[in-house]
């Protein structure tokens, strides 16, 4: 397929970590902040065709993962309500809540539909008026034009029946928590290419200048991220803090103008709860006083307390960077994509289910074939 | 989650900027798209699709400029592997051309 398969091309692949082993003179630490990218380095191994030294580490880039407990328990809850359909992305399904995931409570009998755009929630509504559809809106920038959409389309279709537990999440604000902390590594990112896609570059322009680190735009295909890489390890060599764009091809400097359009007419920005991160502020989205009827969590008032399950899962310390997946103690003992104690097992985007999937078996002593060889 | 797919746009119908919609195919594999945000595509566009909305039009150009920068490596690479790679991707402050 094209704009695919050349980003996949094992020459070109050659070439750019060749490239990068010439360029680097000593350790650095980058840090992808997307799940997407995530998986791309660990399914391909793009992580060992670099040279010693340059260690990439794990973004918390996985909206699944970073959903706090609270609203995962706020959409079982709201399931189990009488005469609700709870629409959902499949990957949330799995992730536990505090006493109970949504997977569950769907094989309990309750009416949980997965769907692939939020205007299919729309439609399950109009198609359905005499029940409550509710749309579990869970997702970073990138998504959030998708989900101002429904509510838009909702309420233009004079819909009353349907609305939306918004678990939306910005990136800005996480790249600077991350800075921010005390013990941070990370001296460049690749930054997320299809948030920025919508966003644009300015703010990550800012938190170069500002912080005095290198952010490279990137795309998901390994051609794209070794690109990436190679762009942010010359700015390191050189002690250049710049943002640059890998992902052009896709990527305009002023993002999309009618997406963030909307984005703004349905969404407020407020502060948010992250899985691993804590409480941020700026960093989510609610629905706008005008929108506010949509609000599931205002239709189905509920409780909200939760109690945390005592785990062995270390699902904070993997989203903040602090210890890759095998270093878990649970990891693929007592979690498992099968059994997931923690959101990043879940999602394909997690990079604890990447390293499970890709790299379990080299873990257990078998050495994997890899994708590329760099001779 | 923020995964997003490259399409060739088969079609495009509805006159209002908000809701246009169309079939995009990708590979052999052909979906009704949203071109809510994606206001001057065309059909022969490629898009990238991500939850039935495509967010961006792919630009050709950009993508050939970047491909280009890796022939020039590849190149390089061939020629010598004790140089210092002479043509490689800009460093920061260097415009495209």
Redesign the interface.
């Known amino acids: 397929?094209?704009?695919?398969e050349?980003y996949r091309d094992g020459?070109?692949v050659?070439?750019?970590a060749?490239?990068i082993g010439?360029?680097v003179t000593r350790p650095w630490c980058i840090m992808e902040v997307?799940?997407?990218q995530t998986h791309s380095i660990v399914k391909y191994g793009l992580d060992q065709l670099l040279p010693g030294g340059l260690d990439l580490i794990h973004g918390p880039?996985?909206?699944?993962c970073v959903t706090p407990t609270e609203k995962i328990d706020t959409a079982v809850w709201v399931s189990q309500q009488p005469n609700v359909i709870l629409c959902s992305?499949g990957?949330m399904l799995r992730v536990p809540g505090s006493s109970e995931d949504l997977l569950t409570i769907k094989a309990r009998g309750a009416d949980i539909r997965i769907v692939?755009?939020?205007?299919?929630a729309v439609a399950i509504a109009r198609q359905n008026p005499e029940r409550e559809v509710v749309f579990f809106a869970?997702?970073?920038e990138?998504?959030a034009?998708?989900n101002a959409?429904a509510v838009?389309a909702a309420r233009r279709q004079a819909l009353t029946n349907f609305s939306m537990i918004v678990a939306q999440v910005l990136v800005p604000p996480a790249i600077l928590a991350i800075l921010q902390a005390e013990d941070n590594r990370v001296q460049g990112f690749l930054a997320?290419g299809?948030?920025c896609?919508?966003m644009g570059t300015n703010e990550y322009e800012l938190i170069a200048a500002t912080h005095r680190v290198?952010i490279v735009v990137t795309g998901f295909e390994p051609?794209d991220i070794l690109?990436g890489i190679?762009?942010c390890v010359?700015?390191l060599e050189?002690g250049?803090?710049?943002l640059?764009n890998?992902y052009?091809?896709?990527?305009?400097p002023e993002g999309?103008s009618?997406?963030k359009a909307?984005v703004a007419e349905v969404f407020e920005i407020v502060g948010s709860g992250w899985r691993g991160l804590g409480e941020l502020a700026g960093s989510g989205l609610a629905l706008r006083e005008v929108y506010q009827s949509y609000d599931a969590e205002l239709r189905f008032p509920g409780p909200c307390s939760v109690t945390a399950r005592p785990s062995t899962c270390q699902a904070g310390a993997v989203l903040t960077g602090q210890i890759k997946p095998p270093h878990c103690p649970a990891f693929a003992k007592a979690c498992t994509p099968e059994h997931p104690l923690g959101a990043p097992m879940v999602?394909t985007?997690g990079a604890c289910a990447a390293y499970y999937h890709y790299r379990r078996r080299s873990i257990d002593g078998v050495v994997p074939v890899p994708e590329f060889t760099v001779s | 989650m923020c995964l997003a797919v490259p399409g060739r746009v088969i079609n495009v119908v509805g006159d209002e900027p908000l809701d246009r919609i169309g079939q995009v195919a990708f590979g052999s594999v052909v979906r009704r798209v949203n071109f809510a945000y994606v206001p001057d595509v065309a059909p022969g566009d490629y898009v990238i699709v991500h939850v039935g909305f495509a967010i961006s039009r792919l630009d050709q150009e950009a993508a050939d400029y970047a491909l280009g920068l890796i022939s020039e490596l590849e190149q390089a690479n061939s020629e010598s592997f004790s140089a210092d790679c002479p043509a490689g991707l800009p460093s920061a402050g260097e415009g495209r051309p």
């Open positions: 397929m094209k704009y695919v050349e020459a070109r050659k070439a750019l060749q490239a010439r360029v997307c799940g997407g880039g996985c909206p699944v992305f990957d692939h755009s939020p205007l299919d869970v997702g970073f990138t998504t034009p998708a959409m838009y997320a299809h948030v896609s919508i290198p051609v690109q190679l762009m010359r700015q050189v250049t803090s710049a640059e890998q052009a091809r896709v990527v305009r999309n009618p997406a909307l999602s985007e």
